[in-house]
Nanobody, 123 residues
């Protein structure tokens, strides 16, 4: 199993940037493909970005391409989500997820989830 803890959320003004982190513990981190998802109040959870085991491949939701960057550091057991040019519609709880298989955007199939970190963007 793997345990995931997100951090880095907060309140920022539109146009600002944040870097979210997701620290993993447990089994070998590099064995897991990782994903970021978000859930706005009253809405379903949606895919944001995912990354392969080595970090050599990434996949993004169309809505975030060019503003969000997912990366990972296997030596630090951490996956990151750099968010630039924040918009009020980016306000959500951001979750990281892990699985031994890379399910790209298919969030119900990811086996392990963190508790989420709140991102609030003011206009």
């Amino acid at each position: 199993q793997v345990q995931l803890v997100e951090s880095g959320g907060g309140l920022v003004q539109a146009g600002g940037s944040l870097r979210l982190s997701c620290a993993a513990s447990g089994r070998t981190f590099s064995s897991y493909a990782m994903g970021w998802f978000r859930q706005a109040p009253g809405k379903e959870r949606k895919f944001v970005a995912s990354i392969s085991w080595s970090g050599s491949s990434t996949y993004y939701a169309d809505s975030v391409k060019g503003r969000f960057t997912i990366s990972r550091d296997n030596a630090k057991n951490t996956v990151y989500l750099q968010i630039n040019s924040l918009k009020p519609e980016d306000t959500a709880v951001y979750y990281c997820a892990a699985d031994l298989k890379w399910y790209y955007s298919d969030y119900p199939k990811y086996a392990y989830w963190g508790q989420g970190t709140q991102v609030t963007v003011s206009s």
